[in-house]
């Protein structure tokens, strides 16, 4: 199971995973962030700082809440990244489809 604590204020929603992203974590992590949608949130900020690590499910999780929040009219941010983490989602050009920032 993984951690994450999430604040969410009206539509607006940030949760900041505790550990990496991985395909250990990502069914939590995605229950979570289908929990806030199917809630009314459409705006989701992702805060990395906590994670080191983002594998090929964790960059899956991403785009699917990106293309779900999408769908219902609102968007997905990705902050805090760590450098390795900022460059990843640069190479798979992933900030082309929604916010990415670094720490």
Not at 19 to 37: E, F, T
Not at 38 to 64: E, F, K, N, P, T
Not at 65 to 84: E, F, I, P, W
């Amino acid at each position: 199971m993984s951690a994450e604590s999430t604040t969410q204020k009206d539509n607006r929603a940030v949760i900041r995973p505790e550990a990496d992203v991985v395909a250990a974590s990502v069914a939590d992590l995605r229950s979570r962030m289908r929990g806030l949608i199917g809630a009314g949130v459409r705006d989701l900020v992702v805060d990395l700082s906590g994670v080191q690590m983002v594998d090929s499910a964790g960059l899956g999780l991403l785009i699917s809440a990106h293309n779900s929040l999408r769908k219902a009219g609102g968007q997905l941010s990705v902050v805090r990244a760590s450098t390795d983490v900022y460059e990843l989602l640069r190479t798979m050009r992933i900030h082309q489809h929604f916010s990415v920032s670094a720490d």
